[in-house]
């Protein structure tokens, strides 16, 4: 029981640190002790030039580490390319992607996790959009252990909740919701923001979803009040207002997605977030509302750059890692150094390569990568 309210505290700080980014490195310091791990932190990161920017982490982070990354190990990283493949929500350990004895044999792991005492971390992809990734990375020493079933399951069950915060703090992106300026920042989001009380009134919605309500379609204002195209969907839009009232007992305080479907065909999704706990008040007592509505037109998301190449390929993540090292750093006996396998191993891989994309040599590689990274850019 001790566990399972420490967990709905948890879920409830990662929500509340969406609206107050001080908060972060606390809970990501929770979710530490959670897991458990070391160290966690989150991360976006560039499919181009491999680069990781930490946004947040729990303070067990060396600065150095991160520099060190970006300046030399990122682009030699065997594992950074499955973070860009693998599902969203979906932890990724080392052993998830190669042999963890091949692992310990590469660069990075000998010359820089092992020396912080670093064996193993689980990233779990929050977020894809273009050419990068939005992440949560945990990592583990030596007492810890490499990353078995149960941290799995653990990220798993987290990720749902960090990946709703990253959104919601992608669209809602201060600190604090003070009354001088919250309208202001309200109108300059691009997702629909509609501030509803328990009656299901409208209290204020910001310039994107006026012209959403101007349409009528997937939702319409009649009388002050906020309804949906499909009348099963406006009855429980309206039951969703009406519990957030009550201090988030049947709504839950990470919220509830909804899909909206307009006439056209077009798809929408709400998600309905109670403004009734923590630090998510302050933007409730503004305008006296009890929920705050987000509303997107559901996309694709945009494939990265190593993800188009093995989708347009059928590479395997091996043979994708391997491509990607000889534009990096060269040919085979330097790609199998950074990769800690054999030669042979590399030159196996090169020709699966060579004749699954048409390229006859290394050179032909480099252009095809460098193809698809200007198509991405432009």
Known sequence: MDELA????????????????ALWPGVLKRISCFVPGSATTLESKDAVNNAVNVFYQDGNVPPEMTRLYNDQYGKLDPCATDHYLAPVGEPRATADIMPYDEFVRSRIYRELLRPYGWVDAATTALDRSGASIASVTVFR??????????????????????????????????????????????????????????????????????????????????????????????????????????????????????????????????????????????????????????????????????????KAYGLTPAELRVILAVVEVGGVPEVAEVLGVAPSTVKTHLGRVYEKTGASRQADLVKLVAGFSSALAS
């Open 6 to 21: 420490s967990f709905s505290g948890l879920i409830s700080d990662i929500y509340d640190a969406a609206l107050d980014l």
């Open 141 to 310: 020493n030596a007492r810890d252990g490499l990353i078995d079933k149960e941290a799995r399951q653990r990220l798993r069950v987290l990720a749902p909740h960090l990946r709703r915060a990253v959104l919601i703090g992608k669209v809602i992106e201060f600190k604090s919701a003070e009354a001088a300026n919250l309208a202001d920042a309200f109108d300059e989001l691009t997702a629909a923001v509609l501030l509803i009380n328990a009656d299901g009134r409208i209290v204020h919605a910001n310039r994107r979803a006026l012209c959403l309500l101007e349409t009528g379609d997937p939702l319409s204002a009649r009388d002050g009040k906020l309804f949906a195209r499909d009348p099963e969907t406006s009855r429980g839009l309206q039951a969703v207002f009406a519990s957030a009232d009550k201090e988030d007992a049947p709504l839950g305080v990470g919220g509830i997605a909804l899909p909206l479907n307009a006439q056209d065909g077009k798809r929408f999704v709400g998600h309905a977030l109670p403004l009734t706990r923590g630090a998510r008040r302050r933007a409730g007592r503004v305008y006296g509302a009890v929920a705050a509505l987000f509303v997107r037109e559901a996309a694709f998301p945009v494939p990265s750059t190593p993800e188009l190449i093995a």
